[in-house]
């Protein structure tokens, strides 16, 4: 069973160097802090701690449901003064309601599990994030000093849950004993799929920010790049897929290489030259997560002279792909797996645009019958802990826990280990656009993984 290079999310330099520019900008805000606007961390506040509490009210709110009209409505940078005004102001609506979901759910986990030191460092980021912006409500962003201070907030709010998905599983494996590995997958697939539409609200009005007319300065890198004309925001309307899939390639073909002495291959066919609108991040996330599997099945299967084989294939326009018969691959997990949380994925600008299918061959050996049923949860990997002490070291093939792979990211380890958190963290990534992963092994010679991202329409 294949498995995952064990690294906090980031990414490459060269796959998509317009989001670095937005991402070296915002790191800017940081020394543009205005001491009126900075809150005292909470520390060590008891998990149900309802002085002035403000949860209880929000969380029972419903959640706006996003869409990719929301995110590019206010239209193509750089942005107006009052376009600028409004995006901030719709960021300013959604978040705090999206906070008091997330602080509610950590509440509703047993109080055990609260009060370890790792789940209540996040519950107190949680809290600490909505008691920053809790103060921006009451007032109306009505002239750009505001905006500028409600900008360096979300950057302080981006920045602060940085690292919540791997503390977060630290503290599950500590509290094992207390809480079922059922609940575990349930709590982070819904914690995921929140956190993914949170980070992408508040990046996007950042992003939107550096590129706008009131703050664009080419000096400061601003999003987008003079060079990238096609960004909104954190959106690339004129994405190709097989950039990411070279940049994410090359990068994992480094680490293989670097642990094991052997640099995999890879081929792009299909239709390389496929273009559309995706949040590059995200693509090149899930990409890199697939492709840490593929290589690493493929040289541990002594398969090294074997490509792994990169299949882009463009969905004709205007045509839904007809429900899956008997015996065909399936581009959503079971629907009892995927929690309440399907109401927050994503809507499309168009619901008829068409998808890009990409499918991952490898040689690897494929996924032992014992193991395939447990390819989506967050508390299985084929990587033994012994291995897991050992960066680089060779795995025994033996149950363990993913979430040991998970953790370890928190302390900036890089090795080929797990098979991780790799797959169902993509498949949450993918399936927040309306997308999905599919997996099909032929044990004994390799597997098949279709990531299918779903068309979000033209963006004009």
Known sequence: ????????????????????????????????????????????????????????????????????????????????????????????????????????ALRNLPYIVVSNPNISRIYNNYQHSLSTLLPWQGRTISNLEDEIRFTEVLAELVQTHTDTIPILARGFLECRKYISPAEVTRFLDEHLRARIGTRLVAEQHIALHFSSTPHFDPAASPTPCPEHPSYIGVIDTALRPALTIDSCGGFVADICELNY?????????????????????????IVTELLKNAFRATVENGMNREPVVI?????????????????????????????????????????????????????????????LPHIWSYSFTTFSESDDDVPGGSSSWTGGDALNVISAASHGRSSIAGLGYGLPLSRAYAEYFGGGIAVQSLHGWGTDVYLRLKGVGKIE
Request: proline content about 13%; overall charge positive.
């Open 1 to 104: 069973m294949r498995g995952s290079i064990v690294r906090p999310l980031r990414y490459s330099r060269s796959a998509i160097p317009q989001i670095n520019c937005w991402r070296r900008a915002s790191s800017t805000l940081q020394h543009l802090k205005n001491a009126s606007t900075a809150h005292h961390r909470p520390q060590h506040h008891h998990p149900h701690e309802r002085e002035h509490d403000f949860v209880p009210h929000l969380a029972k709110q419903p959640l706006h449901p996003l869409s990719l009209a929301d995110l590019v409505k206010h239209g193509r940078p750089p942005l107006s003064a009052d376009a600028l005004l409004a995006s901030a102001r719709f960021t300013l609506s959604l978040l705090p309601i999206r906070l008091a979901h997330r602080i509610q």
């Open 311 to 371: 299949t882009i294939a463009p969905e004709p326009p205007a045509v839904k792909p007809p429900p899956p018969q008997q015996g065909q691959v399936r581009l959503e997990p079971p629907r009892e797996s995927r929690g309440a949380f399907d109401r927050d994925a994503i809507a499309p600008l168009d619901d008829n645009a068409p998808g890009v299918t990409i499918r991952i061959r490898d040689r690897g050996g494929g996924i032992g019958p014992d193991v």
């Open 261 to 285: 002495g052997v640099r995999p291959r890879w081929i792009v066919d299909g239709e390389p030259d496929t273009t559309f609108a995706f949040v590059p991040m995200h693509l090149e996330y």
